[in-house]
């Protein structure tokens, strides 16, 4: 096996690969239009990769919404102790001649899940970093070691016995795109935000998407963008590709789907989460794509929400919510209380999906009928179940 290797990786939640691919193609058949997306490989539960492709990079860590990191993978070993880890990699360094990295950058080195590497995480680390500077020595490229301000931020990850070293495209976690100011106490991140949208099975083209417990609205923001193929990054950030030599020729990212109105709905109950969520949608670019319909969903006429609907020009719907899961309710009954009336509330949406994630054991006896769909999913910490109803 040759220690070189040259893939696109899309490293998302474990459960996510299917919609990870997903999404990537739906991005590269409107924006690669003569590009063929190979199939691809899955690796573990959260990741996907795929031949290196510049363009397709970049699409990847500028559009797509639902991973958690896109890396290019360049090296791989399957050595088990340090010594040959570091002469494969200077071998295979020294033969390189991808311009991954430059005269004079700055590079910083973090390792995740090597647990099981016989060695510990500081000394894969430190093996790493040395074996990559005198690769680079070797062909006359100067690197320095920063790991505060790095111009390339290198992830050495195991894979099933395999170490696996890659650039990182974004350099900062996707999920953090910069539109988030504030939010509750329990937020749910962006990139799980996005990943609820998608296997909602959300058509912005046909129906409208309703989040009746809102918080700080990072599900109608995700969705908003995910209709209209927004660019991540907002606020002044930008990935670490933008001045990356193999992407500088690559122009400025603009919407894909730009003429895309989506049907969107609000509802908070939380005063002051209701104006953080205003504020975060102004932030975020979205304040005209989502109606803000009151506060207690409770209050909220589902035949006239559907009457809203169809005066926006959409027929059917979808309700996509993370409903709390205990924290902040006070008592088992208080929580029992608002997923039963959640469910009786959806359940007048007659022809409307329903798709929640949720931490809670007692939520589908009280939140009533039978979901099509049962999906273990994390929340951060939690082990929560997505549950996709049709009513």
């Known amino acids: 096996m040759s220690p070189i290797v040259d893939r696109l990786r899309l490293v998302g939640i474990p459960g996510s690969n299917r919609v990870m691919a997903g999404e990537l193609s739906r991005l590269a058949r409107?924006?690669?239009?003569?590009?063929?997306?190979?199939?691809?490989?899955?690796?573990?539960?959260?990741?996907?990769?795929?031949?290196?492709?510049?363009?397709?990079?970049?699409?990847?860590?500028?559009?797509?919404?639902?991973?958690?990191?896109?890396?290019?993978?360049?090296?791989?070993?399957?050595?088990?102790?340090?010594?040959?880890?570091?002469?494969?990699?200077?071998?295979?360094?020294?033969?390189?001649?991808?311009?991954?990295?430059?005269?004079?950058?700055?590079?910083?080195?973090?390792?995740?899940?090597?647990?099981?590497?016989?060695?510990?995480?500081?000394?894969?680390?430190?093996?790493?970093?040395?074996?990559?500077?005198?690769?680079?020595?070797?062909?006359?490229?100067?690197?320095?070691?920063?790991?505060?301000?790095?111009?390339?931020?290198?992830?050495?990850?195991?894979?099933?016995?395999?170490?696996?070293?890659?650039?990182?495209?974004?350099?900062?976690?996707?999920?953090?795109?910069?539109?988030?100011?504030?939010?509750?106490?329990?937020?749910?991140?962006?990139?799980?935000?996005?990943?609820?949208?998608?296997?909602?099975?959300?058509?912005?083209?046909?129906?409208?998407?309703?989040?009746?417990?809102?918080?700080?609205?990072?599900?109608?923001?995700?969705a908003a963008c995910l209709a209209k193929g927004r660019p991540v990054w907002m606020s002044g950030r930008k990935p670490d590709a933008e001045r990356h030599p193999v992407f500088e020729t690559f122009a400025r990212p603009a919407p894909l789907f730009g003429d895309t109105a989506p049907v969107l709905f609000a509802s908070e109950i939380d005063r002051h989460l209701r104006e953080t969520m205003e504020r975060t949608f102004v932030t975020a670019g979205v304040e005209r794509d989502v109606a803000i319909l009151g506060g207690d969903f409770r209050n909220i006429d589902p035949k006239l929400l559907m009457d809203r609907a169809r005066a926006r020009g959409v027929e059917r719907g979808v309700i996509v919510t993370n409903p709390p899961y205990g924290q902040r309710m006070g008592s088992p009954e208080a929580l029992w209380d608002l997923y039963r009336d959640l469910g009786e509330w959806c359940w007048q949406l007659k022809g409307w999906r329903h798709a929640v994630i949720v931490a809670n054991p007692d939520f589908p006896e009280a939140f009533g009928g039978r979901p099509r769909i049962a999906k273990p999913l994390r929340n951060g910490p939690l082990r929560g179940y997505f549950y996709l109803y049709e009513s």
């Open 30 to 222: 409107r924006a690669l239009s003569e590009f063929r997306l190979e199939e691809p490989k899955k690796q573990g539960l959260g990741s996907v990769t795929y031949p290196f492709d510049a363009r397709l990079g970049w699409l990847a860590v500028q559009h797509h919404r639902t991973s958690a990191r896109v890396l290019w993978d360049l090296y791989e070993s399957r050595a088990a102790r340090l010594e040959p880890l570091f002469a494969e990699l200077v071998a295979a360094g020294t033969d390189d001649s991808r311009p991954w990295c430059w005269d004079g950058a700055k590079l910083s080195v973090d390792a995740f899940g090597v647990d099981e590497f016989a060695a510990g995480e500081r000394q894969v680390v430190g093996t790493v970093k040395n074996a990559l500077i005198e690769a680079a020595a070797q062909r006359k490229i100067r690197l320095e070691v920063d790991p505060e301000r790095p111009d390339i931020r290198v992830q050495v990850r195991l894979y099933e016995g395999t170490l696996v070293v890659s650039l990182d495209l974004s350099g900062r976690p996707m999920h953090m795109r910069g539109y988030r100011m504030e939010a509750g106490d329990a937020p749910l991140r962006e990139d799980l935000a996005a990943l609820l949208v998608m296997l909602s099975r959300y058509d912005a083209r046909t129906e409208a998407l309703v989040d009746p417990l809102a918080g700080s609205g990072t599900i109608l923001i995700e």
